[in-house]
């Protein structure tokens, strides 16, 4: 009976397409929410190659800093950039700069990387979401975060530079912070 039991659940468990295995836990610390007026963007965060860009992020996201704030310069097939509370590009959060993290992950769709001037120690709040493969920026920014779903939201912001009806960020949360 026992082993008629089993292969009835082994059974049923392929049939139906249940996963064997529990999958584990999302590390809520380490998701970024970007709520656009398209949907939610979530973003996997990556201390484990740029520690000191994922705090940063974490520690505005908290301070509700990225709240409100437009992308200002968004090219079509390239990247949407964001994070300067003055909206032209300048900006920054007056905290300082973050020494550049760089890495052998190569810049894809969906990347997140740190903004910054010549200086490659110069990245601060901005930042900026990959459209498409860009080689020539491998090894020269920090990457820092991966967008997991929402990528379809991150397409329909405004292009231009600056875009003449530019998309805000509504609201950025790390996910433990926010309601379930």
Same mark, same amino acid.
């Given at each position: 009976?026992?082993?008629?039991? *089993?292969?009835?659940?082994? *059974?049923?468990?392929?049939?139906?397409?249940?996963?064997?295995?529990?999958?584990?836990?999302?590390?809520?610390?380490?998701?970024?929410?970007?709520?656009?007026?398209? @949907?939610?963007?979530?973003?996997?965060?990556?201390?484990?190659?740029?520690?000191?860009? %994922?705090?940063? %992020?974490?520690?505005?996201?908290?301070?509700?800093?990225?709240?409100?704030?437009?992308?200002?310069?968004?090219?079509?097939? *390239?990247?949407?950039?964001? @994070?300067?509370?003055?909206?032209?590009?300048?900006?920054?959060?007056?905290?300082?700069?973050?020494?550049?993290?760089?890495?052998?992950?190569?810049?894809?769709?969906?990347? %997140?990387?740190?903004?910054?001037?010549? #200086?490659?120690? #110069?990245?601060?709040?901005?930042? *900026?979401?990959?459209?498409?493969?860009? #080689? #020539?920026?491998?090894?020269?920014?920090?990457?820092?975060?991966?967008?997991?779903?929402?990528?379809?939201? %991150?397409?329909?912001?405004?292009?231009?530079?600056?875009?003449?009806?530019?998309?805000?960020?509504?609201?950025?949360?790390?996910?433990?912070?926010?309601?379930?």
């Amino acid at each position: 009976m026992r082993v008629f039991r *089993f292969l009835v659940i082994a *059974f049923l468990l392929v049939a139906f397409g249940a996963p064997v295995q529990a999958q584990a836990p999302a590390d809520r610390e380490n998701l970024l929410y970007i709520d656009l007026d398209y @949907g939610r963007v979530v973003i996997r965060l990556r201390p484990d190659i740029a520690p000191r860009h %994922v705090e940063r %992020v974490k520690e505005l996201a908290r301070a509700k800093f990225y709240d409100g704030q437009v992308f200002h310069r968004v090219i079509e097939g *390239f990247m949407a950039q964001t @994070g300067d509370p003055t909206g032209t590009g300048r900006g920054g959060s007056g905290r300082g700069n973050v020494n550049a993290e760089f890495s052998r992950v190569p810049f894809e769709r969906g990347v %997140v990387g740190a903004a910054r001037s010549q #200086s490659p120690n #110069s990245a601060d709040s901005q930042f *900026f979401i990959m459209f498409a493969r860009a #080689s #020539s920026l491998d090894g020269q920014y920090t990457v820092w975060g991966q967008v997991i779903s929402g990528m379809e939201h %991150v397409d329909r912001i405004r292009r231009g530079e600056p875009p003449a009806r530019p998309d805000r960020m509504l609201r950025v949360q790390v996910a433990a912070d926010a309601p379930n």
